[in-house]
């Protein structure tokens, strides 16, 4: 089993030829989807055949009735904290033709997901081989989850997206397996060593000079996503599968939406080692999720099937 603890979110988006100016008003067309990290990193677990709980936070409105009937058809065993006074989480997103972005989130719910109700999902937790945290709910549900899941003897795997400032991260000593992108990792790195460094050099760095980066930060394991240049995944232990460092690369597929890549990867990572696989073995998996999901539009209903992935991989 896997727990993955997070937000959801509703994602409104409208595509215009250009972003509006202030007072502006334009035509563009419109869609609706699920979103929200946690829930697409849920979706994705269970897409994959594992059995999957879900801890996350509602309000009481028409995104609220939407997440659930989502969560009951995807087959996730999600337990709610419902906040009545609250909105569920939502997002609107602009894509301008260039394929450019600007987002406005209000977590609503989410951020008021509390540690009690992480608490009362603990033999759920207990159950978990494991546990997967991201940065989109109340710091200390986080917390508790990782606290939890590492009494329990899980492996916690956290995906510190998006970027927040230190008081809101995850304490990443109760990190077993850290998976921030460029940005983020850069961000960690300011954060926890003062090191200045742009998220874009990273990509001129040996193998051994972003090793030693990853080795400042407290994780044992680290899986630094780098979009279409794939992943390098570094241990502190240098028995683990695949070296102490080693690169993954991406598949080359025509990626029509990345959005939610970095969840279908996340969610590949912590099946293929809930499912007991090898480290570089589980990462490989994990790029293959990520290759079929940036292939179609949307984040979680963009998510593949084991079939298709265990397709992929035989080619
Ligand atoms: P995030 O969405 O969190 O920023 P990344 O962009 O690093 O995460 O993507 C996560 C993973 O998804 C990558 O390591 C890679 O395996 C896969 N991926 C992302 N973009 C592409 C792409 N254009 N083509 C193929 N795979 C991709």
Do not use: Y
Request: hydrophobic share 50%; net charge negative; proline share 6%.
């Amino acid at each position: 089993r896997v727990v993955v603890a997070g937000s959801f979110n509703q994602d409104f988006v409208w595509r215009v030829p250009r972003f509006n100016a202030p007072g502006q008003t334009q035509l563009g067309s419109f869609a609706s989807g699920p979103g929200g990290k946690g829930s697409n990193q849920a979706i994705a677990c269970a897409r994959l055949g594992v059995t999957t709980t879900f801890i996350g936070a509602l309000g009481e409105d028409a995104i609220a009735q939407q997440a659930i009937a989502l969560m009951q058809a995807e087959g996730v065993d999600a337990r709610w904290e419902g906040h009545p006074t609250l909105a569920s989480g939502s997002a609107a997103i602009w894509i301008d033709a260039a394929g450019q972005n600007m987002i406005v989130v209000d977590p609503g719910a989410n951020l008021a997901l509390s540690a009690a109700h992480v608490e009362a999902q603990r033999e759920a937790i207990a159950a978990a081989r494991v546990v997967l945290t991201q940065h989109e709910i109340h710091p200390d549900a986080t917390r508790r989850t990782l606290e939890l899941a590492g009494e329990a003897g899980a492996l916690r795997i956290h995906n510190p997206a998006p970027d927040v400032p230190a008081d809101a991260a995850a304490p990443l000593a109760l990190v077993d397996v850290l998976t921030p992108n460029e940005s983020e990792f850069a961000a960690l790195l300011r954060a926890h060593c003062g090191l200045d460094i742009d998220p874009d050099a990273l990509h001129a760095l040996a193998d051994a000079e972003l090793h030693a980066l990853c080795r400042r930060l407290p994780p044992p394991s680290l899986v630094l996503t780098l979009g279409a240049r794939g992943a390098f995944v570094s241990h502190a232990d240098a028995g683990q599968d695949g070296g102490p460092c080693h690169r993954v690369p991406a598949r080359a597929v025509d990626a029509t939406d990345t959005t939610g890549a970095g969840d279908a990867f996340n969610g590949g990572l912590a099946v293929a080692l809930a499912e007991g696989r090898a480290f570089a073995d589980a990462v490989r998996f994990a790029t293959a999720v990520a290759a079929l999901q940036v292939q179609r539009p949307g984040a979680a209903l963009a998510m593949p099937l084991r079939d298709e992935v265990e397709r992929l991989q035989a080619e």
